[in-house]
């Protein structure tokens, strides 16, 4: 499918009534990409893949990248994007997201560029937040760097007491995002490895259910 542009189309919205598809007008490249939905139902796209002149000559890097989707009852909304004023603050493939209690999205971790082997030269081991929150910097994370070189895509969720459980590698912490503390936990058992990344052999689903029970019974830092 191609959009307006004659482009590649990188998102489409579906209408499951009539099993139409329209195209949607995505500058960046969003392969790779994360996102969530903030509170006043906004859809957030952020990262993705650097430019790639040979899928789509038209789609601009995405890999700091934010894209913006609000509903529409009329058929007409479509993603808005400003590249040159919209942007994470630094680039991200293979991030995660997720709600935070305020409504807003914390996005988490990922590689500064497009790859299948994460490490140390190509980590992103940051936290940051849209709407963007304090100074706006990133905030360095010393659990996502210790979870190389699996720890892209990091599962999270964000439990009933508004800490952030995050899980990556064989290691799992709460987080809390108001003051920046990481509390870690004990590490999985019998060696178990979890990622979200599509392209790795580790590859996991995972359901809030359990998490929920986690967050009510006592649990032992390191």
Not at 2 to 10: M, Y
Not at 31 to 41: Q, S, V, Y
Not at 104 to 126: E, F, V
């Amino acid at each position: 499918m191609k959009n307006a542009a004659g482009a590649p189309a990188w998102a489409s919205i579906y209408t499951i009534s009539t099993k139409k598809v329209r195209a949607l007008q995505i500058k960046t490249n969003s392969f790779c990409a994360g996102g969530g939905w903030i509170g006043n139902g906004t859809l957030v796209s952020v990262g993705g893949n650097p430019q790639q002149t040979y899928i789509n000559d038209k789609a601009e890097d995405g890999l700091a990248a934010i894209r913006l989707f609000t509903p529409c009852d009329d058929d007409k909304c479509d993603v808005f994007e400003n590249p040159s004023r919209i942007r994470m603050t630094s680039p991200r493939w293979y991030p995660s997201s997720v709600r935070l209690t305020d409504g807003s999205l914390m996005i988490a971790g990922g590689m500064i560029q497009g790859g299948y082997n994460n490490m140390d030269a190509t980590d992103n081991p940051t936290f940051e937040f849209f709407p963007p929150r304090g100074d706006g910097l990133p905030i360095y994370s010393s659990f996502l760097h210790d979870a190389l070189n699996s720890n892209l895509s990091p599962v999270m969720f964000t439990l009933p007491s508004g800490y952030v459980f995050i899980a990556a590698n064989q290691m799992a912490m709460l987080y809390d995002a108001k003051k920046n503390i990481e509390r870690r936990l004990k590490p999985f058992p019998n060696g178990v490895t979890i990622t979200c990344a599509s392209l790795s052999p580790r590859s996991a689903l995972s359901v809030p259910l359990l998490l929920a029970r986690l967050s009510r019974a006592r649990l032992t830092p390191r």
